[in-house]
């Protein structure tokens, strides 16, 4: 599998957390990653509520290896801690999602959301200053119009590229509980935001007013049997969405339907074995993940334990399983008591949707090709990722004579873990988060 095994590292860190590992705090652990849709930025945000973009390095002649590195373009705070009075309730700063919009000009612009609010940023470049003004000085002190006797024509002067991030929209004030995810529509005209329990959809344009499309709140909250966990818009039907639960369960809805679509259009859930059945069934079959394929046939959802593909016409099974770590079946009672049986771990396509990715403990992911049906581990540390190095594949052994290369599941470090990826849109550089570091590896270049 040479795609896989030939994956060569770059280690980049915000500018916040050059510090070594051991020394960071809990506001520099990067908690989203995403590439935009050419792939030229990456932008990742932390728990500190700080973005930071990355740019692709133009190729060179005399360097073309560069090709691949990302450097830091932009670092901006997008939300602040806030405290709701009414409530009682300290409001995070950390950055739960960031969503692209497409480049209609030369500025970029990103949707990114904590709890409660989801923001539109513009990051733009500016490398002119106009000077020459007549009602101002050049310290941008009003100037006395009797001194004026001649009018001037402003003119732009050459100065250093600055790049500027200006928050352009702020969409508050449309959730009672917690953010989980945002999606742009293929309409570039809307977006929905998700909680726990509703789902509101919003035009870019407009911050003080959204329709709410799902809502699952019983009348009684002690009738209250499951939680929305994810939800997506399909990447060409703008009318078409889907929702997952913490149930184990997927939810696809047309809003040509209905104004709110309570009614699912169609519902895709496998039935659980009575022989595995255990106290933590339901636990593990939440899904912490939702994702469209590139072409619109398939779904890809990730649980504590699986990654699994749906087609949309085949609502009943899923097409396809892939086992990420099945060894810790046994370990569920020590990860319960930890709390990690919690985690949320999301999960990626490549750009032709022929291989997915995602996370795991010991900063180990996993990639699984579909066509070959072959997978491989990883992993993202800095002791294996010096520059131009190939990545080897990991191994974690369940039980019997360990080999020299493996690893024993009971050494598994569970406080590193990859919970959040990112998958170039259309070549094979991948982006890994692990707590603080982002990892980016490349596809060998020959």
């Known amino acids: 599998m040479k795609c896989f095994s030939r994956y060569l590292p770059y280690l980049f860190r915000p500018p916040s957390t050059i510090l070594s590992s051991s020394c960071h705090t809990e506001a520099d652990i990067i908690s989203t990653v995403e590439f935009n849709a050419t792939g030229e930025l990456l932008a990742t945000g932390d728990k500190g ?4 973009v990355f740019q692709r390095e133009q190729e060179s002649k005399n360097q073309p290896h560069r090709r691949g590195e990302y450097n830091v373009y932009s670092t901006f705070q997008s939300h602040e801690p806030e405290f709701d009075y009414l409530k009682s309730l300290e409001i995070e700063e950390k950055i739960n999602k960031i969503r692209w919009l497409p480049q209609q000009n030369a500025a970029y612009f990103l949707l990114s959301t904590n709890d409660k609010t989801v923001k539109l940023w513009k990051i733009s470049e500016r490398d002119k200053r106009p000077e020459g003004y007549n009602l101002k000085d050049e310290d941008g002190r009003i100037r006395d119009p009797t001194t004026i006797t001649a009018l001037r024509v402003p003119v732009l002067r050459p100065m250093d590229l600055m790049v500027e991030a200006t928050a352009r929209r702020i ?10 995810s945002i999606s742009v529509n293929s309409d570039y005209e809307t977006y929905m935001s998700t909680d726990d329990l509703r789902i509101n959809l919003w035009n870019l344009e ?9 809502d699952i709140k019983p009348a009684n909250m002690e009738d209250l049997t499951e939680v929305i966990t994810a939800a997506e818009f399909h990447p060409s039907h703008c009318n078409t969405f889907v929702y997952s639960s913490s149930k184990g369960s997927v939810r696809l809805c047309d809003m040509r339907a209905s104004a709110l679509c309570d009614n699912h259009c169609k519902f895709f859930e496998e039935p659980e074995d009575p022989n595995n059945r255990s106290f933590f069934s339901e ?39 892939y086992q990420v770590h099945d060894y810790l079946r046994s370990k569920l009672c020590s990860l319960y008591e930890n709390d990690c049986i919690f985690d949320k771990f999301e999960c990626v396509w490549n750009g032709s949707d022929s291989v997915i990715m995602t996370g795991s403990y010991n900063n180990f992911f996993r990639m699984f090709d579909r066509n070959t049906k072959r997978d491989v581990t990883l992993e993202a ?6 520059p131009r190095a190939i990545l080897k594949p990991r191994k974690v052994c369940v039980g019997g004579k ?3 290369d493996e690893i024993s599941v009971d050494s598994l470090d569970f406080s590193k873990k990859i919970l959040h990826t990112a998958w170039h849109p259309s070549e094979n550089i991948i982006a890994v988060a692990a707590t603080n570091n982002l990892y980016i590896f490349q596809d060998k270049v020959n």
Do not use: C, Q
Request: hydrophobic share 30%; no cysteine.
């Open 49 to 52: 509520g700080r973005v930071v």
């Open 206 to 214: 407009i911050t003080n007013r959204s329709f709410n499309i799902v």
């Open 381 to 386: 540390s800095r002791e294996n990722s010096k």
């Open 171 to 180: 969409f508050a004030n449309g959730h009672t509980y917690h953010i989980n």
């Open 402 to 404: 360990r080999r020299k």
């Open 283 to 321: 636990i593990i079959s939440s899904i912490s993940d939702v994702k469209f394929s590139h072409n619109g046939r398939y779904l890809m959802t990730r649980d504590y334990l699986t990654v699994k593909v749906w087609d949309l016409n085949m609502e009943n099974k899923p097409l396809e399983t």
